[in-house]
């Protein structure tokens, strides 16, 4: 007896599994070829939501994700608007939250017009030599014009220390930041123990009672000590403004019934509680920050300063509990 055939497979069946084995074989290719595309397709989308989840950059975010943040918050440039889950967020944001504590809306045409005499006469103002010899008119656009590139020129600082912070060089622009640039490197040699996490990382705050989110925000960087594994958050700011909590508050209050009521409002206060918000925020999401401090840079300085903030956390956890219920429109 043949050896095929003691085995109980004859010619013709052998001759018949020899037509079904291609087609085993190209079945299982398939499936490794679907597989291989959904793995794929899982990856670009990941890399998707850390891209977004970046902002402009993304070595951090796909270094360090956030779950719990990145899959589900994504902040939209172009026009500054939040989406949870794919739907427009319409409640608060964290600027808006801390505007609504305090006195007072910046005017800039009432600041103007309030001040220019004294800057007309005072020699030592920083604006003396722009309003020289101009109408009231001429001055107030030459003053309107400094703050906006003065504006321009913070958003550029912002964008060079993310783009550094994720081991890339700075985008070429018209706008000269490299002083501060260099005041900022010069910062993370002086605190080369700190480890960047996260930049422009978008935090959010959900309703204790119904789990909707109520408030949204985004803050410049977050750092871990490498020794002591704590972690901090950092804001940027490119002013020449007294950041001190002695800075002036020209009569201005936390609004009566607010947490703030009886709080002056100075750049100190007003940072201060914004960088709590992000702290209790991301409290909420599972990380600790141990402390906030203020990056202060400037061409005009000497140097960069740093400005620990006050702790207003629970004056923060009072205000976002008040935030309301999040209102959130249509889907993209």
Not at 29 to 39: E, T, V
Not at 80 to 86: A, C, T
Not at 98 to 112: E, K, P, W, Y
Not at 242 to 258: F, Q, R, T, W
Request: hydrophobic share 40%.
């Amino acid at each position: 007896m043949r050896a095929g055939a003691a085995r109980g497979w004859g010619t013709q069946e052998r001759r018949g599994w020899a037509c079904v084995e291609p087609l085993v074989v190209d079945t299982f290719g398939c499936l490794i070829g679907q597989l291989h595309k959904r793995a794929t397709e899982a990856k670009r989308v990941r890399e998707k939501k850390h891209e977004m989840a970046g902002r402009n950059c993304s070595a951090l975010a796909r270094r360090n994700p956030i779950p719990s943040l990145d899959d589900r918050v994504r902040f939209e440039e172009a026009r500054h608007r939040y989406f949870i889950d794919g739907h427009l967020f319409s409640g608060p944001s964290v600027t808006a939250l801390v505007a609504s504590t305090f006195d007072g809306v910046f005017d800039a045409q009432l600041i103007i017009k309030t001040h220019l005499p004294n800057w007309r006469t005072n020699s030592t103002s920083r604006y003396h030599n722009v309003v020289a010899g101009l109408s009231d008119d001429d001055a107030t656009d030459a003053i309107l014009e400094m703050w906006s590139k003065a504006n321009k020129l913070g958003t550029a600082t912002h964008l060079s220390f993310e783009f550094l912070l994720n081991d890339e060089s700075p985008p070429a622009s018209d706008l000269d930041v490299s002083v501060e640039i260099a005041q900022f490197k010069q910062f993370l040699t002086d605190f080369a123990s700190l480890e960047p996490l996260r930049t422009e990382l978008c935090v959010v705050w959900r309703d204790e009672k119904s789990d909707l989110v109520t408030c949204c925000g985004q803050l410049d960087a977050l750092f871990k000590c490498r020794e002591s594994g704590k972690v901090a958050i950092v804001d940027f700011k490119r002013t020449l403004h007294d950041l001190s909590s002695e800075a002036p508050n020209y009569g201005k209050m936390g609004k009566v019934g607010s947490p703030l009521e009886g709080v002056v409002k100075n750049d100190f206060s007003t940072y201060s509680l914004q960088q709590s918000l992000y702290a209790t925020m991301l409290a909420q999401a599972g990380i600790e920050v141990d402390a906030c401090w203020l990056l202060k840079v400037h061409r005009e300085l000497a140097s960069y300063e740093l400005v620990q903030c006050a702790d207003l956390s629970k004056e923060a956890r009072q205000l976002l509990a008040t935030a309301g219920n999040c209102c959130i429109s249509s889907a993209e």
